[in-house]
Each structure stands twice: as structure tokens, then as C-alpha cells.
């Protein structure tokens, strides 16, 4: 079993920034890639970005050149910078570790004011 605990999100006005972060524990061994997907209210979850053991990283086209994934594999820990966000960012964001089974942490909401 994995278990995922995001935290971070919040309110912030369009153009701002804000920082995710998912922390693993369990039997982290299992985890190959971890990723970060959104559901907006009425729509089906999306993949945002991923990101390997090694490395590589893989980002919707709508997230391009403005959000940056990254992982310390030291701290089992991935992150999300998400920088000029814009309000169709809104959504709630949940962290995704994926191995022989896929887990999801809770969720945590990112609302961007017009």
C-alpha cells in the first residue's frame, strides 16, 4: 500500500503562483512514476503533468512553460510549481503515484480569481 498526502493550493488571483507538494509512504519501492492530474466541477479528471523515477517529465499542453513537476526521490516527495495561473486552472488537484497498482491522494483544491 502507498499512501499520498498533498498539501498547498489555495485562492490566488490570475497571473499568481502557487506549490504543490505529495509526499509517499508505504511501499515506495512500487512506485514507478508519480503525476499530478486536475477535475474541474463538471468535467472528467485530466492529466496535468508526470514525471518518472529517472527523471523524465511529460505536461498537458495547457500546462506548457508554466508549471514545472519535479520529484526528490530522497524524500519521496513530488512537487507542482504552477506560475501564471490562469482562472480555467481551477480545479481540484490530486496526486497519482503509479507501480504494479495506482494510488491517488485526496485532493486539494487550486481556485485562480479573475
Known amino acids: 500500500q502507498v499512501q499520498l498526502v498533498e498539501s498547498g493550493g489555495g485562492l490566488v488571483q490570475a497571473g499568481g503562483s502557487l506549490s504543490l507538494s505529495c509526499a509517499a509512504s508505504?511501499?515506495?519501492?512500487?512506485?514507478?512514476?508519480m503525476g499530478w492530474y486536475r477535475q474541474a466541477p463538471g468535467k472528467q479528471r485530466e492529466l496535468v503533468a508526470t514525471?518518472?523515477?529517472?527523471?523524465?517529465?511529460n505536461y498537458a499542453d495547457s500546462v506548457k512553460g508554466r508549471f514545472t513537476i519535479s520529484r526528490d526521490n530522497a524524500k519521496n516527495t513530488v512537487y507542482l510549481q504552477m506560475n501564471s495561473l490562469k482562472p480555467e486552472d481551477t480545479a481540484v488537484y490530486y496526486c497519482?503515484?503509479?507501480?504494479?497498482?495506482?494510488?491517488w491522494g485526496q485532493g486539494t483544491q487550486v481556485t485562480v480569481s479573475s
Open positions: 497519482k503515484a503509479a507501480g504494479k497498482l495506482d494510488y
Open positions: 508505504g511501499t515506495i519501492f512500487s512506485i514507478n512514476a
Open positions: 514525471i518518472s523515477k529517472a527523471g523524465s517529465t
